[in-house]
């Protein structure tokens, strides 16, 4: 059954072929998870190429919001539009995110208050757009209703600025100086493909019934466990970081709780050189 503002289920041997790509793209991030061997902090930017980050994460909001009215306007314009189903999900999505933004604000006590504060919005802006590039993926072909005369012209108004939206959101992630990528961010984030994969099998059903709703719910969080992963990686990392070569570190330092290098991105520090 569809609903206005939903998307078709999969079927046949479309189930399966969702669930194994899903397969895949989990067994890679094992792969690399297993393959990691201590937590790696992402290239930092330069304040020019932070400032551009941010200036193109306000352009893809802008272009999102035209392309949302020009998406309504033809549903309205071919009275296709109806009143949306209920959402269960959002205000899981709510608390989950202030939830991620409170702890990286308190835990992040070795960094300045404006630092902190960046990050911990960053965090929670991040978090759902982890979970909501691969879920529009797999949906974007298959939501109803479709609207005529084309299609796929207006799914593209739609998803093609939601998808500038979610990749240069989860940039911003490169701005704070907390953030490291962790086995165990990358084990949480296999581990929501994983229930994507599941949940492909039974169709990728919209949540209105209890099983979707649950696989809907429960990768949502794995998504926000794997932004929080990625500034408290100490939270969770109970071994000690592997000495690479050129580290000046000490050997029984957990690398989460290692200085982190100057920064010269859009946080820059004046006492800090570069």
Avoid: C
Wanted: charged content about 10%; glycine content about 6%.
């Amino acid at each position: 059954m569809t609903h206005y503002g939903t998307w078709l289920t999969y079927s046949g041997n479309g189930r399966l072929a969702l669930a194994i790509i899903l397969l895949v793209a989990a067994g890679a991030l094992a792969y690399a998870a297993a393959r990691l061997r201590r937590p790696l902090k992402p290239p930092t930017p330069g304040r020019v190429v932070s400032v551009l980050i941010v200036l193109a994460w306000a352009v893809a909001l802008g272009t999102f919001a035209v392309g949302l009215s020009v998406y309504i306007h033809q549903l309205i314009h071919d009275q296709l539009a109806k009143a949306p189903p209920s959402d269960p999900i959002t205000p899981v999505s709510i608390a989950a995110a202030f939830a991620v933004f409170l702890v990286v604000l308190i835990v992040g006590a070795a960094e300045r208050p404006a630092v902190r504060l960046a990050s911990a919005v960053i965090a929670a802006m991040a978090a759902p757009m982890i979970f909501e590039l691969p879920f529009d993926l797999i949906v974007m072909a298959r939501t109803y209703p479709a609207i005529p005369p084309d299609p796929a012209l207006y799914r593209a108004w739609f998803f093609g600025p939601l998808f500038l939206v979610e990749l240069t959101t989860m940039s911003l992630l490169t701005l704070s100086p907390m953030v490291r990528v962790s086995r165990v961010s990358l084990y949480s984030f296999a581990l929501m493909f994983v229930v994507f994969a599941i949940w492909g099998l039974s169709g990728f059903g919209y949540p209105s019934a209890p099983l979707p709703l649950t696989f809907n719910v429960v990768s949502k969080l794995l998504a926000f466990a794997t932004a929080l992963s990625l500034f408290v990686p100490h939270w969770f990392e109970s071994g000690r970081a592997l000495p690479q070569s050129g580290d000046s570190v000490p050997k029984a330092l957990p690398e989460s709780l290692a200085p982190a290098r100057s920064w010269s991105g859009l946080f820059h520090d004046a006492d800090t050189p570069g």
